[in-house]
Every structure is written in structure tokens, then in C-alpha cells.
T-cell receptor
Framework: DAGVIQSPRHEVTEMGQEVTLRCKPI?????LFWYRQTMMRGLELLIY????????DSGMPEDRFSAKMPNASFSTLKIQPSEPRDSAVYFC???????????FGQGTRLTVV | SQQGEEDPQALSIQEGENATMNCSYK?????LQWYRQNSGRGLVHLIL?????REKHSGRLRVTLDTSKKSSSLLITASRAADTASYFC??????????FGSGTRLQVQP
């Protein structure tokens, strides 16, 4: 397996634009997580899914953020409209079991100007 | 708030020395995990220790867990320049996804 795959690796967008981040988890994993990493706040959990169903989205900062998992092999995190304070590295991770070893993607570095 | 907090925030040592990082957490856990993150990369799982375990080894890594003190330590023996990275502890409480600490930045000088 190629591991967790995220795209794009880098995204630069203007304030107000819509941004969509994509993730393909490891095949067979039943949990998928979206984290955001910044210098100020560290690694924050945004939302996670179990068998494609959102379990906890309490970390999603605002209504501007939404996440979907239409099937077991794909998830998206959308920010609409984007703001400069959304600039961060966004990680997707997957695991087999909730508290099991998590496998992280390479991340998407988002810059909103 | 962070469930796990690492200490120190930054550590600089010479190649060949041992590096020790500590993690404290607040609530009861099922397991505690350590991850490494190289600059510009994703996190990589190093080791998992369950709440009923006190010590675990993996190569040059040694992890201890003291549930009475709600703390864990990661020891890297005979460090190498390639060990330069940030190290994070993560806790599984069984009630939510893994919660990560703020990390320790380790610099190993060749």
C-alpha cells in the first residue's frame, strides 16, 4: 500500500476562495482523521470518521469548514470562504481501530493570502 | 487543551549521547504512543505502550509509562544526526481520537 495520500501538497489561495483538500486513506482502515498543525496551536484534531460516518466534529473551527467521506477510500476537507488565519498544514491520517497506530499523509501546506 | 504535554520543548545533544523526552497527560488512558516528525513531513509512529505496561523497547528506543504519575518518557540511546526531528506523544482515552502533545524538538549535532 502507498500509505495515506493527500493532495495537493501545497496550496496557495486568495482570501475568500474555496479550498478543497483531499485524502485517500490506507485500504482497510476504518478510521480517518483530519488534523491541522500550526506553530501556535500545535496539532489539533478537526474531525474524524468511523466507517465513513463523522463521529466527532467538535474541532472544526467554524461553519466555513466542512468534511465529507463519501466512501471508504476518499475524504475531503473544504474551507469556504478561506481566510488568512486558516493558513496551516493539514494532515489526514487513518487507522485500523480508534486508538491504534495512526498513519499520516504528507500533509497539505495551505497558505491563504 | 492538550491532553499530553512534552518536556522539554527543545533539546540539543551531541551524536552518541542519549536523549530523553517526557510526556505528561491529564486523564486515564488506554495507551500512549510516540511519533516522530521530520521537517516538512507527516508524523511517523514509533511505539505504542498500553496502560498495563510499564516499559517497552524498540531498537534504540525505550519508553516507560507511569500511570500513577500520568507520565511517560521516551529515551533514544546512542543518538544519530538522523534522529533530528520533533517527537510527539499521543494519548488514547477510548473516548475520542488520539490527542497529541505540543512536541519536543530534538537536534542532534554531528
Amino acid at each position: 500500500d502507498a500509505g495515506v495520500i493527500q493532495s495537493p501538497r501545497h496550496e496557495v489561495t486568495e482570501m475568500g476562495q474555496e479550498v478543497t483538500l483531499r485524502c485517500k486513506p490506507i485500504s482497510g482502515h476504518d478510521y480517518l482523521f483530519w488534523y491541522r498543525q500550526t506553530m501556535m496551536r500545535g496539532l489539533e484534531l478537526l474531525i474524524y470518521f468511523n466507517n465513513n460516518v463523522p463521529i466527532d466534529d467538535s474541532g472544526m473551527p467554524e461553519d466555513r469548514f466542512s468534511a465529507k467521506m463519501p466512501n471508504a477510500s476518499f475524504s475531503t476537507l473544504k474551507i469556504q470562504p478561506s481566510e488568512p488565519r486558516d493558513s496551516a498544514v493539514y494532515f489526514c491520517a487513518s487507522s485500523l481501530g480508534q486508538g491504534a497506530e495512526a498513519f499520516f499523509g504528507q500533509g497539505t501546506r495551505l497558505t491563504v493570502v | 487543551s492538550q491532553q499530553g504535554e512534552e518536556d522539554p520543548q527543545a533539546l540539543s545533544i551531541q551524536e552518541g549521547e542519549n536523549a530523553t523526552m517526557n510526556c505528561s497527560y491529564k486523564t486515564s488512558i488506554n495507551n500512549l504512543q510516540w511519533y516522530r516528525q521530520n521537517s516538512g513531513r507527516g508524523l511517523v509512529h514509533l511505539i505504542l505502550i498500553r496502560s498495563n505496561e510499564r516499559e517497552k523497547h524498540s531498537g534504540r528506543l525505550r519508553v516507560t509509562l507511569d500511570t500513577s504519575k500520568k507520565s511517560s518518557s521516551l529515551l533514544i540511546t546512542a543518538s544519530r544526526a538522523a534522529d533530528t526531528a520533533s517527537y510527539f506523544c499521543a494519548t488514547d482515552t477510548g473516548r475520542r481520537a488520539l490527542t497529541f502533545g505540543s512536541g519536543t524538538r530534538l537536534q542532534v549535532q554531528p
